[in-house]
């Protein structure tokens, strides 16, 4: 059994909230083409649900009955909102057709305030997993909103203009570092952290773990945290084995290296075409997509044409792309 919660059959925030409410009214002494607050309020739901940074972070934007958003400024200065609302929109259109893409992507909705229970998903466990508590390894995230999770691997590819289309086109995405290809440049993936993405163990050599003893796999395990606290500052919770292979000294290593999770993946994307894990080979609410840091060397193409394959099909069904670690 997948981990993973029904269809999400709601409408999503802002469209649908606007379709079908309460149209403009006239009030008695309201100037000619004054905005009403109910249709200002209707524009800023709308626009919310479109404006880059929604659900990411930033201010939420909480319809409730088709009513103006709880956190929305004043009557008086929701037509200002309402119009950098619209040109954060503005923007994001522009940002996708300079990218190449068929459509502007979804934003996220805001991450939720109590976190879904992330448990080993069916099949995946190793003898004694709960009571040695080792960390759950899964492919979904138990969720019914229709989100994705994009996750990077290896860090051999170092396209700067990755970097650019990312961050104009306001995608999140978590990375899974392994020293071998990433101490070359340390500093491309520095970049990538101050614009917010979490880089994450994927061990300091690639190795196929379970041919290794215990000791040898903490040593790559435990050593690819220290290269990262080193050099980052920070401590990873996350840890994705080598080509997705583990064996119970792996999570024992794992989580003696401070692991919390080991997120696997659902579906991965290529230059030239998708993978799948289910035999229905369909996205579902929160899937977890593998892709890896790769260029015209491995493939007939490079990374931003990967993400334009990932983020047009993604689109199309109606998925936005979440950032994975507001969701454990």
């Given amino acids: 059994m997948r981990v993973v919660g029904q269809n999400d059959k709601k409408r999503v925030w802002g469209v649908g909230w606007a379709s079908g409410e309460a149209g403009?009214?006239?009030?008695?002494?309201?100037?000619?083409?004054?905005?009403?607050?109910?249709?200002?309020?209707l524009i800023v739901l709308t626009l919310a649900a479109l404006a880059p940074g929604c659900g990411q972070g930033g201010d939420s934007v909480r319809p409730a009955g088709g009513q103006p958003p709880l956190n929305a400024p004043p009557a008086r200065a929701l037509d200002s909102y309402a119009t950098k609302l619209r040109a954060a929109h503005a923007a994001r259109v522009a940002a996708a057709k300079r990218w190449g893409l068929k459509r502007v992507p979804l934003t996220a909705p805001?991450?939720?305030?109590?976190k879904p229970h992330i448990t080993t998903r069916d099949g995946f466990e190793v003898d004694g997993h709960r009571r040695l508590g080792l960390p759950p390894v899964f492919t979904t995230v138990p969720t019914k909103k229709k989100i994705v999770f994009l996750t990077i691997d290896d860090g051999a590819e170092k396209d700067?203009?990755?970097?650019?289309?990312?961050?104009?086109?306001?995608?999140?995405?978590?990375a899974f570092l392994s020293d071998y290809v990433v101490n070359d440049d340390y500093g491309y993936f520095k970049r990538m952290q101050d614009r917010g993405v979490t880089l994450n163990n994927h061990t300091l050599n690639h190795p196929y773990l379970p041919a290794l003893s215990y000791t040898a796999q903490k040593r790559e395990i435990c050593g690819m945290q220290k290269v990262i606290e080193?050099?980052?500052?920070?401590?990873?919770?996350?840890?994705?084995?080598p080509f997705g292979n583990y064996d119970k000294n792996t999570l024992r290593a794992a989580k003696r290296c401070g692991i919390e999770y080991v997120p696997l993946w659902n579906e991965e994307v290529f230059v030239d075409h998708w993978e799948y894990r289910e035999w229905d080979r369909e996205l579902h609410p929160g899937d977890i997509v593998l892709t890896h840091f790769r260029g015209t060397d491995d493939w007939d193409g490079t990374m931003r044409d990967m993400i334009r394959r990932f983020l047009n099909k993604v689109t199309a069904e109606g998925y936005a792309v979440a950032r994975l670690e507001d969701y454990l």
């Fill in 24 to 41: 403009e009214t006239r009030g008695a002494g309201r100037p000619r083409g004054a905005l009403s607050r109910v249709r200002i309020g």
């Fill in 110 to 114: 805001p991450a939720p305030k109590k």
């Fill in 160 to 174: 700067p203009k990755f970097l650019r289309m990312m961050s104009d086109l306001r995608i999140p995405y978590t």
């Fill in 230 to 241: 080193e050099r980052y500052g920070t401590r990873p919770v996350l840890f994705r084995p």
